[in-house]
């Protein structure tokens, strides 16, 4: 059983940097796709950023140039570098996992691409201010 839990999150102003991180334990699939959404209050699920098992990444093109994901040697922690923040970045973050499906990762930012996904973490908050 997929067991991912995300840190991290935090209050910013605009223009600031978080680090997100998510540990995944009991993952022994070599090939994946582990991605981060984010939920605004009022708002659907959307897609910021994924990885692939290959290294491949994806992103959503709002954070294209200022979000960058990465993951561990050991392959068992998931980070996500935001820079740049802006207000509108403002949301519960979630890291997720979709075992044996690479092809998971692309397209990321399309609407209901988390449907793909059958492991969630707890989420962490960011808050940006102005």
């Known amino acids: 059983q997929v067991h991912l839990v995300e840190s991290g999150g935090g209050s910013v102003q605009a223009g600031g940097s978080l680090r997100l991180s998510c540990d995944a334990s009991?993952?022994?699939?070599?090939?994946?796709?582990m991605a981060w959404f984010r939920q605004a209050p009022g708002k659907g699920r959307e897609g910021v950023a994924a990885?692939?098992?290959?290294?491949?990444?994806n992103y959503a093109d709002n954070v294209k140039g200022r979000f960058t994901i990465s993951q561990d040697n050991a392959r068992n922690t998931l980070h996500l570098q935001m820079n740049s923040l802006k207000p509108e970045d403002t949301a519960k973050y979630y890291c997720?996992?979709?075992?044996?499906?690479?092809?998971?990762?692309?397209?990321?930012?399309?609407?209901?691409?988390?449907?793909?996904?059958?492991?969630w973490g707890q989420g962490t908050q960011v808050t940006v201010s102005s």
């Open positions: 990885i692939a098992s290959d290294g491949t990444t």
């Open positions: 997720a996992a979709a075992p044996g499906q690479p092809r998971s990762c692309v397209g990321i930012g399309f609407r209901g691409s988390w449907g793909r996904f059958g492991y």
């Open positions: 009991g993952y022994t699939y070599s090939s994946y796709c």
